[in-house]
């Protein structure tokens, strides 16, 4: 009782915290487009887009690292893996983001023999390409003068720890640069999260994250100044401009899940209180069934309700779906986002050693969201448990 009385007063400071931000991140339609980094929006994990931005409170594991990095304070032993996207395919410009990601927990062995959880260290990285773009200029407007190619990245480093049974915490710090072959713009930005479970089998929970938190990022470089000719003389100038700054689009999302659980073989006939005292949790269910809902402010678009909703057979099969709708937009012409809501995406869960050696899987990964134009985003990933 005192630990469930512990626990309810530090959610709610939490929640006191985090609270005064939905007031200063409050989803502003006149201010969209005025935020820059726009890539740090992007969720570029198959798994954790199959059902939009509903998972913040679900999502554990290696994906967590954009959904809400305390889910990353679940990883067993070691996660890495991989994630292509096809950035609306049907624009035929070839954008394809690339992402890699890798967790590691971290015990220190005790004089005692024993272990201490010192937390999960991960890193992770993200690219986005948009092909080669002809040059122009005002003489030459239909190009002929060869490509340029920019590119939109962030490299993340994150931290996450399980305080106690209920409450896990995580931060990342991200390093952001956007660029082209003379001009580029660099930054920092910081995400934090919280995760909370109740109930007998860890099926409640309720996330809180806060994204993108960082100073205004500016553009120097060659690609700002210009040589001329100072008028009726045959002296030549650099003139340079100086580029103004831009915001990062920083967010705060709040969301919350529950798990209907199935139990199966074994388990099947045990009371309640028996799988209770051995110690079972929603990932020894036979099937699962997740409803998850969440609420994203954001500092410089409308505010985004989702819905989304997850059925697991074990651990070997998961097929999921989700819906965002915009704040104050009932009609496809009103949105701010290319996305039109609905997502879906389905995980395939491949063992690597025999259940009595341990838990290593191969995750193979697809997801998919529905856009206005464009044919939409696929999402393939490839993850490895440990």
């Known amino acids: 009782m005192k630990k469930i009385y512990k626990n309810t007063i530090i959610i709610t400071l939490i929640s006191i915290l985090f609270l005064p931000s939905f007031q200063l991140l409050a989803g502003n339609r006149d201010r969209s487009g005025q935020a820059g980094a726009q890539h740090l929006l992007i969720d570029p994990f198959a798994r954790s887009s199959g059902w939009g931005t509903a998972g913040v409170a679900e999502i554990r594991g290696m994906e967590a690292i954009f959904s809400n990095i305390a889910g990353v304070a679940f990883v067993n032993k070691t996660e890495f893996g991989f994630s292509r996207t096809q950035y609306l395919v049907g624009s035929g410009t070839g954008i394809g983001i690339n992402s890699f990601a890798v967790a590691q927990h971290l015990t220190l062995k005790g004089k005692d023999g024993g272990k201490r959880d010192l937390g999960v260290l991960a890193l992770s990285v993200f690219t986005m390409g948009f092909g080669d773009i002809q040059i122009t200029t005002v003489d030459q407007p239909e190009g002929g003068m060869g490509t340029f190619s920019p590119n939109l990245m962030y490299i993340g480093l994150s931290y996450a720890k399980t305080f106690n049974q209920f409450i896990h915490g995580g931060v990342t710090v991200k390093l952001i640069n956007e660029s082209i072959s003379d001009c580029s713009a660099t930054g920092f930005a910081i995400d934090a999260g919280v995760q909370y479970l109740a109930g007998d089998f860890e099926h409640f ?37 100086r580029s103004a700054e831009y915001e990062m689009p920083s967010l705060l999302t709040l969301g919350a899940s529950y798990d209907f659980l199935i139990w199966g073989g074994e388990y099947k006939e045990m009371s309640k209180v028996d799988r209770k005292d051995e110690g079972l949790t929603r990932d020894d269910a036979l099937h699962r069934i997740t409803v998850a809902a969440s609420f994203t402010a954001n500092s410089f678009s409308t505010d985004i309700f989702a819905l989304g909703v997850e059925y697991g057979f074990s651990t070997y099969f998961m097929i999921r779906a989700g819906y965002n709708l915009e704040g104050g937009v009932l009609s496809k012409g009103g949105t701010t986002t290319w996305y039109s809501g609905p997502a879906a995406g389905v995980s395939l869960g491949i063992p690597l ?34």
Not at 217 to 238: A, F, I, P, Q
Not at 359 to 366: E, G, N, P
């Open 205 to 241: 929970k309720i996330g809180i994250t806060m994204k993108n938190v960082g100073l205004p990022m500016s553009y120097r470089g060659d690609g700002l100044s210009v040589r001329g000719v100072v008028n009726k003389t045959d002296h030549e100038l650099t003139l340079e401009q």
């Open 353 to 386: 050693v025999p259940k009595s050696k341990g838990t290593s899987r191969l995750l193979l990964d697809y997801g998919y969201r529905f856009t206005n134009r464009w044919k939409g985003n696929h999402y393939i990933g490839l993850k490895v448990e440990l």
